[in-house]
């Protein structure tokens, strides 16, 4: 069974910074790709970052990029986003997604509905 579990939100001033962490396991095959999907109540989702377990490619969206940075611990199988440079629109609930159609499609993409495995979310929060 898939299982994804975020940690490390919470709040932050604007232009401050925070380390999000998401421990993956169950996958039974190493090839997928893995996300940072955030939503604010009443909004649509969006993806903002992910990489590719195959590559270990990274990918952002155009509203993270040069600010974020997605990296991947495969020792221990855990996602990091290092978002720098907070801003006050980052503030959202942020979940470890998994897409593992990659071994079908051959690439990674920031689609939310693309991910079939989420964890359950955690609170990012930036306001002074």
């Known amino acids: 069974e898939v299982e994804l579990e975020e940690s490390g939100g919470g709040l932050v001033q604007p232009g401050g910074s925070l380390r999000l962490s998401c421990a993956a396991s169950?996958?039974?095959?190493?090839?997928?790709?893995i996300n940072w999907v955030r939503q604010v109540p009443g909004k649509e989702r969006e993806a903002v970052a992910g990489v590719s377990t195959a590559s270990g490619t990274p990918y952002y969206a155009s509203s993270v990029k040069g600010r974020f940075t997605v990296s991947r611990d495969n020792a221990e199988n855990t996602l990091i986003l290092q978002m720098n440079g907070l801003k006050p629109e980052d503030t959202a609930i942020y979940y470890c997604a998994a897409d593992t159609d990659y071994k079908i499609r051959g690439y990674c993409r920031l689609r939310p509905e693309d991910n079939a495995y989420w964890g359950q979310g955690t609170q990012v929060s930036v306001s002074s």
């Open positions: 169950g996958f039974t095959d190493n090839r997928y790709c």
